[in-house]
C-alpha cells in the first residue's frame, strides 16, 4: 500500500533535525519537510559568540550543510514563518500566505529571549542575540563600541560577557538573581558569580533595577531605582528564554508556557506532537511541570517525537546530569551541556 | 421566486418609492422598522451588536475622529449613562467581535479607551442631554445602587416616574465603589457621573438595608412598583479545609476592606486563588499594601482567563505571577493563621459541545508552597438574604419572567447580577435600563420607546485607505514606582488628544453600509480588482435569514451563471476603493444606525 504520509517539522534546530533524520531513518519514501524562518541551514548556537569575536567561521557553525538534506531527500523551507496552525484541517499557514498540508506534525520551534513586563517600556532600545541573523547584523556595532550594559538574567549572558571582554570591551553588567534563568541564583551563588565577573575586570551591579534606558545621539542614558545614572554604547538583555508558541495560541493546541504535550510528547491533538525548547511535560517526579531547555535535551526529545509518531510508546526522560561549570559555579545539570 | 430574483427585485422596488426596507441607495432619511434592516445592522456592525447596551460604537468614534467629544460622550450616554465610568473598566465584549481584529486585518479598535477619550476631552461642565417625558405622579423604590440599579433609576426618571434608592452601604455605585479600586477608576469619575443621575431627581437613600431596616413588603405597600439590583454579594467558597484560617480572605471582602480606606493584613507572600476580574484587583491590591510576591493561583492557563490581555499585561508588569494548572486541595496552618496551600497539579482535558477544557487534578502532584495570606476570589452569588422570602428564584438568583424583568409577585422587578448572575458593569447597566421600560409598560400599560433602524444616504466614505494599516495605540500607564507609591494613582492616563485621533481613524465605520446597483453595473469587475479582500461577491444565489435579511451567498466564478454582483457588509472593511472606481457610480453608501425614538412623537 503506498504511503501517503506528509511530515512537517516546524524549527531547524536540534530537535526538528533530529525528528526528521529518525522519521527518514524508518521511513525512506515518506515525504517530510522542515520549515523555518531562519535563513541558516543547522548550526550550533553556542557558536555564535565566537562567530563574533572571528574566531569561527560560517563552516564552523553549520552542524549540517545543504547537501545532507538533499542527499536524505528532506525538504528544507527556510525563511519562512509559520503564522498558523489548523490542527482540526491539518494545515499550517506561512506568513507569505502560503498553506502546507500535513498528515503529521512536530513542532520544534525552540525559545526566543524573554522580555520582562518590567523592560517593556524601553525593550526597543535593548539589543539580544540569539540567532544567527542577529550575530550578523551585530558584528559591526559590536566592533566598534566600547562600554557595554548587560542586563544579566541568564546563563547565556556569562558567555557573552566572555567574549566582550575577550573583545577588550568595557562591560557593566546588572545581575537579576531572582529572575534568573533557568535556576534561581539563590544569595552565596550570586556572590561567587559576582566575585568571578569582578576578577575578570567586570563592574557587576547587584540589588538595583533598571528604571529608564533612553536613546541620546548614539548612546543609551540609563537610570536604575537606585539612583546609578550611565551612558553606555549599547544595551544587551539576557533574560532567559521564551518559547516560541505565539502563532499557536488560539489554533485548539493547548499550551501554557510551552506547547503541554503528555510523557510521549503529543499534544492534546493525535497527529501532532512538540518536541525541544517550546515543549512543555508534567514530570512525575518533580510533581511539576518541567519546559525541556538545551542543546541535548532538544535532541533527545526530537528523535523520540518521531519514534512516537510512527507508532512507539516511549515514554521521555530528561537527558543525563552531568556537572556544569559556569562563573565559579558548579551546578549538576540535565538541561544544559556544556561546550 | 429565486432568492436572487427577489434580491434584484427589492433593489429596484426601493428605489425612489417610499418603501421602508431600504437596500439600495436612500436619498433620504429613512426610519425602518423593517426586520430584515435591523438584522443587516445586526452582521454588518459587529462591535455594537456585541455591545450589551448595544452602543452606537462607530458613530461616537466618528466623532473624536471630529474632535466632538462632548457629541461622542453623549452618544454613549444615551446608551450606557456611564461613559467616563466604562471608558476604564468595561469588560469591552464589542472589541471581541471588533471587524478590525479579524484574521489578517490586526487588532480591534480600542472602542473602550475611545470612549474614556470622549469622557476625558469633552469641555468640562458640558450640556448634557436627556430626552425627559413628563412626571408620571408614579413612583417606584429600586433596591442597590449599583449599576443595575443606577441604571434602573435613571430610565425611570426619564420616563417621568419618581426613583427612589435604597442602597445598604453608605456610598453608592455598588460593586464599582466596593468592588472595583480606585487605582483603575478614581472615585470623582463615578461620583460626577452618579451625581448626573441623581439630578434628574432620583433620590437615594444610603446606609438602608431592606430586609433588615425596613421590609421588602413595606415598599410593595408603598410604591407603585419595586426593582431588585442587589447585585453578587456573597463568595463562592472553595471548599477545602483551611478556609476559615486567619488571613484567608474572600476577594469581595477584601476589596470591600481596601476600598473602605482599610489595610487587611497581606504579609510579603500572598496567594491569590482565582482567575477573573476579583482575582486581579486582589492581587493588585496586595502589592499595594506591600506585599513582596503575589502569585495569581489558576486551575487552567492563561489562554483560557476570561480577563482580556491588557489586564493581563498590567497584573504582569507589577511584578504578580499566574501560576497555572494547580489546583488548592487545602490551605494550611499553624497557631490558627494561614502559612502555605497544598496544591495538586493539573491537566487540561477536552470536553466537546461547546469546546472547552476542564482542568483535572494529577494524583499523587501534591506540593506545598508559603503564603502569609491566601485570598480566595473564585466568583459571587446573589445573596437575596432577607428579602427573598415569597420570591420565586432560580438557585441563588431571583427568577424573572422569561422575555423580561417582571418576578413571581405582581409590580416586582428584578435585574442586574442578583437575576443575571455574576457578570459585568456594562450588562448590568443595559439590563437595568431594560427592566425600567418593562416597569414604564407595567405603570403605564403601554409601550413608549421603540428601536428603529435610521438610514441616510451619503456621499463621502469618510475614511482613507492608509488609515486600515495605522496600528492600535497601546494605552499610557505609570511605571512601577508611581503605581505603588500611592495605592489611588490611576494606572491608566489615558491617551492624549492626537493619540485619541489616531486610533479613531483605525475605525472601518461599519455602520456604512456599501451595495451595487446592479440595474445600472456593467460588470466591468473594476471594483473585484481593487478590493483588498473577498468583500465583493459575483453571486448565483443568495438565501435568506429568518428576519428576511440576506444570508449566505452562493458564488460563482462562472459569468454566465452570474445573477448579480454584490458586496458583502460582512466582509467588507469599508475601504471605499470600490466606491472611488466604479466608472458607473452604481455604489452607494448608507449610513445605517439603530436608534431610540419615542413612539408617540
Ligand atoms: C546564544 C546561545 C547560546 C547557547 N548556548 C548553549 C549551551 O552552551 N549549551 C546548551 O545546552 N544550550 C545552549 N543554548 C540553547 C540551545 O541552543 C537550545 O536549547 C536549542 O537550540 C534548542 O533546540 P530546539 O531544536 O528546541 O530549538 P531551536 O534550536 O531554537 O530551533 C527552533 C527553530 O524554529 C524556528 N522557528 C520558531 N518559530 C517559528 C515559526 N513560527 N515558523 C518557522 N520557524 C520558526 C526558530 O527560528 C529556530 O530556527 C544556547 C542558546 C543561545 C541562543
Ligand atoms: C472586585 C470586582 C471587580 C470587578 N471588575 C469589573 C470590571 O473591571 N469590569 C466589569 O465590567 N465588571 C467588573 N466586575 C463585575 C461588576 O462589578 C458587576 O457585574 C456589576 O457591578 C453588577 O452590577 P449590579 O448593579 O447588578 O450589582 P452590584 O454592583 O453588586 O450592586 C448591588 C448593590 O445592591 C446593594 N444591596 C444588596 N443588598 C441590598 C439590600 N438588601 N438593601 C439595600 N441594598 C442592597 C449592594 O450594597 C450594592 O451596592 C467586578 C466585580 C468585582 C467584585
Ligand atoms: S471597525 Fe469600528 S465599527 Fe467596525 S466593528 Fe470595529 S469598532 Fe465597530
Ligand atoms: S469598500 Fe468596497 S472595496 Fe473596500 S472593503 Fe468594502 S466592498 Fe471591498
Known amino acids: 500500500m503506498p504511503k501517503n504520509d506528509h511530515y512537517v517539522i516546524i524549527g531547524n534546530g536540534p530537535a526538528g533535525n533530529l525528528a526528521a533524520d529518525t522519521l527518514r531513518d524508518s521511513d525512506p519514501d515518506a515525504r517530510i519537510t522542515i520549515v523555518s524562518n531562519e535563513s541558516m541551514t543547522y548550526y550550533y548556537r553556542h557558536k555564535l559568540t565566537e562567530f563574533i569575536k572571528g574566531k569561527a567561521r560560517e563552516e564552523d557553525l553549520t552542524v549540517r550543510p545543504y547537501s545532507v538534506y538533499k542527499d536524505k531527500n528532506i525538504r528544507l523551507r527556510l525563511g519562512q514563518q509559520v503564522d498558523k496552525i489548523d490542527p482540526n484541517k491539518k494545515i499550517i499557514y506561512l506568513k507569505h500566505m502560503e498553506t502546507v498540508s500535513y498528515t503529521k506534525l512536530i513542532i520544534a520551534t525552540g525559545a526566543s529571549p524573554r522580555a520582562l513586563p518590567s523592560v517593556s517600556n524601553f525593550s526597543k532600545c535593548l539589543n539580544v542575540l540569539s540567532t544567527y541573523s542577529d550575530a550578523l547584523a551585530q558584528i559591526p556595532m559590536i566592533n566598534k563600541n566600547k562600554t557595554f550594559l548587560v542586563l544579566g538574567g541568564d546563563i547565556i549572558s556569562f558567555k557573552f560577557i566572555r567574549m566582550l ?32 565577573l569582578s576578577d575578570k575586570g567586570v563592574t557587576v551591579i547587584s540589588d538595583d533595577h533598571i528604571k529608564s534606558v533612553k536613546k541620546s545621539g548614539e548612546a543609551f542614558d540609563i537610570v536604575t531605582e537606585k539612583g546609578l545614572n550611565q551612558s553606555f554604547d549599547s544595551v544587551y538583555s539576557f533574560l532567559g528564554m521564551i518559547p516560541n508558541i505565539r502563532f499557536i495560541l488560539g489554533s485548539g493546541i493547548d499550551t501554557d508556557r510551552g506547547i503541554l504535550v503528555d510523557d510521549h510528547l503529543k499534544t492534546n491533538f493525535d497527529d501532532v506532537y512538540a518536541a525541544g525548547d517550546c515543549a512543555q511535560i508534567y514530570n512525575p517526579d518533580m510533581k511539576s511541570y518541567w519546559l525541556s531547555i538545551g542543546w541535548n535535551n532538544a535532541k533527545i526529545q526530537g528523535t523520540l517525537a518521531a519514534q512516537n509518531l510512527l507508532g512507539a510508546h516511549k515514554v521521555i526522560n530528561p537527558a543525563p546530569q552531568k556537572i556544569l561549570e559556569v562563573e565559579g559555579l558548579k551546578i549538576n545539570t540535565s538541561w544544559w551541556e556544556s561546550f | 421566486m429565486k432568492n436572487t430574483d427577489r434580491y434584484k427585485k427589492n433593489l429596484i422596488v426601493s428605489t425612489g418609492k417610499n418603501k421602508t426596507y431600504a437596500s439600495e441607495s436612500v436619498k433620504s432619511i429613512i426610519y425602518s ?3 430584515r434592516d435591523f438584522g443587516q445592522v445586526k452582521k454588518s456592525i459587529p462591535c455594537q451588536d456585541a455591545c450589551p447596551a448595544h452602543t452606537n460604537i462607530p458613530g461616537y468614534i466618528r466623532c473624536i475622529h471630529e474632535k466632538r467629544f462632548g457629541r461622542a460622550y453623549e452618544l454613549n450616554r444615551l446608551a450606557n449613562i456611564l461613559p467616563g465610568v466604562l471608558g476604564r473598566i468595561c469588560s469591552r465584549p464589542c472589541e471581541l467581535y471588533c471587524r478590525h481584529g479579524e484574521p489578517d486585518l490586526g487588532k480591534p479598535v480600542s472602542i473602550c479607551s475611545l470612549k474614556r477619550s470622549a469622557a476625558d476631552f469633552k469641555s468640562p461642565m458640558h450640556r448634557i442631554l436627556e430626552g425627559l417625558y413628563s412626571p408620571s405622579g408614579k413612583k417606584v423604590a429600586v433596591i442597590g445602587a449599583g449599576p443595575a440599579g443606577l441604571g434602573a433609576a435613571h430610565e425611570l426618571s426619564v420616563l417621568g416616574h419618581k426613583a427612589v434608592i435604597y442602597e445598604a452601604f453608605e456610598k453608592p455605585g455598588g460593586m464599582l465603589m466596593y468592588g472595583i479600586p480606585d487605582f483603575r477608576l478614581p472615585r470623582n469619575v463615578l461620583m460626577l457621573e452618579i451625581e448626573n443621575i441623581l439630578r434628574l431627581g432620583v433620590e437615594l437613600k444610603t446606609g438602608v438595608k431592606v430586609g433588615t431596616d425596613v421590609s421588602l413588603d413595606s415598599l410593595l405597600s408603598d410604591y407603585d412598583a419595586v426593582v431588585i439590583a442587589t447585585g453578587c454579594t456573597m463568595p463562592n467558597r472553595l471548599g477545602a479545609p483551611g478556609e476559615d484560617l486567619e488571613h484567608v480572605y474572600s476577594g469581595v471582602r477584601f476589596m470591600e476592606q481596601v476600598n473602605n480606606g482599610e489595610t487587611p493584613y497581606v504579609g510579603k507572600n500572598v496567594m491569590v486563588i482565582g482567575d477573573g476580574f476579583t482575582a486581579m484587583d486582589c492581587a493588585r491590591s496586595a502589592v499595594r499594601l506591600g506585599a513582596a510576591e503575589v502569585k495569581v493561583n489558576i486551575r487552567k492557563t492563561e489562554e483560557y482567563m476570561p480577563i482580556d490581555d491588557q489586564e493581563k499585561h498590567e497584573v504582569k508588569f507589577e511584578k504578580i505571577r499566574f501560576y497555572s494548572l494547580v489546583d488548592t486541595k487545602r490551605i494550611i496552618g499553624e497557631k490558627g493563621k494561614v502559612t502555605g496551600i497544598e496544591f495538586l497539579r493539573t491537566k487540561l482535558e477536552y470536553s466537546p459541545n461547546p469546546p472547552y477544557r476542564n482542568a483535572v487534578p494529577i494524583e499523587n502532584s501534591e506540593f506545598i508552597l508559603p503564603a502569609d495570606s491566601v485570598i480566595v476570589a473564585i466568583g459571587q452569588q446573589p445573596f437575596p438574604g432577607e428579602i427573598s422570602g415569597k420570591i420565586e428564584q432560580n438557585g441563588a438568583r431571583i427568577l424573572t419572567r422569561e422575555s423580561g424583568f417582571s418576578t413571581s409577585i405582581t409590580g416586582l422587578f428584578a435585574t442586574g447580577d442578583c437575576a443575571s448572575g455574576a457578570s459585568n458593569v456594562i450588562t448590568a447597566i443595559a439590563n437595568g435600563r431594560k427592566c425600567a421600560v418593562d416597569v414604564d409598560e407595567f405603570l403605564i400599560g403601554r409601550k413608549r420607546k421603540i428601536h428603529v433602524v435610521r438610514l441616510e444616504s451619503v456621499d463621502n466614505t469618510d475614511r482613507d485607505r492608509a488609515y486600515d494599516f495605522i496600528k492600535r495605540t497601546p494605552m499610557n500607564t505609570l511605571d512601577f514606582d508611581q503605581r505603588v507609591s500611592q495605592r489611588s494613582n490611576e494606572v491608566e492616563k489615558g491617551y492624549n488628544e492626537e493619540q485619541a485621533a489616531q486610533e479613531s481613524k483605525r475605525c472601518y465605520l ?53 445573477s448579480a454582483i454584490a458586496i458583502d457588509n460582512e466582509r467588507c472593511i469599508r475601504c471605499g476603493q470600490c466606491y472611488e472606481v466604479c466608472p458607473m457610480d452604481c455604489i452607494s453608501v448608507t449610513k445605517t444606525e439603530r436608534i431610540e425614538l419615542n413612539i408617540e412623537e
Not at chain 2, 510 to 539: G, W
Not at chain 2, 544 to 557: A, L, Q, V
Open chain 2, 33 to 35: 422598522t423593517d426586520p
Open chain 2, 510 to 562: 461599519c455602520s456604512l453600509k456599501y451595495e451595487i446597483d446592479t440595474t445600472a453595473c456593467i460588470y466591468c469587475s473594476a471594483c473585484i480588482d481593487v478590493a483588498p479582500r473577498d468583500c465583493i461577491k459575483m453571486i448565483q444565489d443568495v438565501s435568506m435569514n429568518p428576519d428576511g435579511s440576506f444570508g449566505h451567498y452562493t458564488e460563482t466564478r462562472n459569468w454566465n451563471n452570474v
Open chain 1, 165 to 196: 571582554k575577550d573583545m577588550g570591551k568595557e562591560v557593566t553588567t546588572l545581575l537579576y538573581s531572582e529572575a534568573f534563568w533557568p535556576f534561581s541564583l539563590e544569595a552565596d551563588m550570586a556572590q561567587q558569580v559576582k566575585k568571578s
